[in-house]
């Protein structure tokens, strides 16, 4: 493969496929595979993971906020699309776009039916949310019978999906936690379906949800940071392959002497003549100043290079005395080997937070 000659973020769409595809030998044939692609689809392009999974026959999207999804329909994209977290100045807007909302509390649920039927809607599509545990939105349990007395009187909405949020299906340490908010979903949903007459569709899994527990996988699973190659433990990890490879190069390389010093505020001062690179990315793309100062690294030539004093704006400087490189080489900030989480783990954060901190103005390149 050609080698960059400048910071890009390559995504590996046959990557993004075969996680896929392993997340569907982890639900049965009939489980709907929900696909989630907000904040950029986890900081890659949204509007291109959508468009290759759709080729993929997924079943559902899932968005954010209501802007992310009329960038997929703009683009195209024709699958249902789920709004996590609409906001109800945005509700005419959502109809327009044939997007479908998170309804979580009675305000959301009742301003969304004076809309749709201002709208003259009949049976739109919408999501009830409840709270099993995570305690971030969604109705209450003892919501069931004053929400589906209001679905009753209206013929505006319809209960497409009822659902709910794992808060800890990747910690075994707190599968108590975890299978309580099974039972709390499964009471919720028996209530709900009983006294509305129909059942909705149910899902309640996350990535971890999906491989730890299969007894709740329901009519669909939602899976985001497994599409994009993380299964949220060393095990699982095995079967995902990350898609997101930041890579850049060496911009210049200095040789400097014992006592010279490094970047903003001096942070790093050699103690012996110390050869040097610096790399044209920076915090303005992604890469925080709490990865400086020897904590984060970056690998040219399979050899790992710290990050010496502080992270600038556009640039990282690096220690490469032990590496035989040259300007214009390329340099791995995070891939396939080592991965973001690696390269997160060494500020005691996680994969999510790196790779969807990667600035837009990074150029995304796609492999197909």
Do not use: W
Request: aromatic share 10%; with cysteine; charged share 20%.
């Amino acid at each position: 493969m050609e080698k960059v000659h400048e910071t890009v973020l390559e995504i590996d769409l046959n990557a993004l496929k075969e996680n896929f595809q392993y997340l569907k030998t982890r639900v049965k044939p009939k489980t709907k595979i929900l696909a989630v692609v907000k904040a950029f689809a986890y900081g890659s392009s949204s509007v291109e993971i959508a468009q290759y999974l759709e080729n993929l026959d997924i079943d559902y999207f899932a968005v954010a906020y209501t802007h992310e999804g009329i960038a997929l329909r703009e683009a195209g994209v024709k699958t249902p699309i789920l709004v996590l977290h609409p906001q109800s100045m945005n509700f005419k807007t959502l109809i327009e776009h044939a997007l479908e909302p998170s309804l979580y509390s009675h305000f959301v649920l009742n301003e969304f039916i004076k809309v749709a039927h201002t709208e003259k809607q009949s049976n739109y599509p919408v999501h009830i949310k409840f709270n099993t545990g995570l305690n971030r939105l969604g109705f209450e349990s003892d919501d069931v019978s004053d929400v589906v007395s209001i679905l009753k009187n209206t013929s505006s909405i319809l209960a497409k999906s009822l659902f709910s949020h794992l808060a800890a299906s990747e910690d075994f340490n707190e599968k108590e936690f975890t299978e309580k908010q099974i039972q709390t979903f499964k009471d919720i949903s028996e209530e709900f379906t009983e006294s509305i007459g129909f059942k909705p569709i149910l899902h309640l899994c996350n990535t971890s949800g999906i491989l730890n527990y299969p007894e709740a996988h329901f009519d669909m699973v939602r899976s985001g940071i497994g599409l994009y190659g993380f299964g949220n433990s060393d095990l699982e990890d095995q079967h995902f392959t990350p898609i997101a490879t930041l890579k850049s190069i060496i911009s210049q390389i200095h040789t400097i002497k014992k006592g010279d010093s490094v970047g903003y505020n001096r942070a790093f001062i050699a103690n012996k003549q110390t050869k040097i690179a610096t790399i044209p990315v920076g915090h303005a793309d992604g890469i925080g100043r709490q990865y400086g100062n020897g904590k984060g690294f970056v690998t040219i030539n399979n050899k790992q290079a710290p990050i010496i004093g502080n992270v600038c704006m556009d640039m990282i400087m690096i220690d490469i005395s032990d590496i035989n490189c040259q300007e214009g080489d390329e340099v791995i900030i995070f891939g396939k080997n080592p991965t973001a989480n690696a390269f997160a783990l060494a500020t005691t954060s996680i994969s999510y937070e790196i790779i969807t901190a990667i600035s837009q103005r990074v150029k995304r390149v796609f492999l197909k």
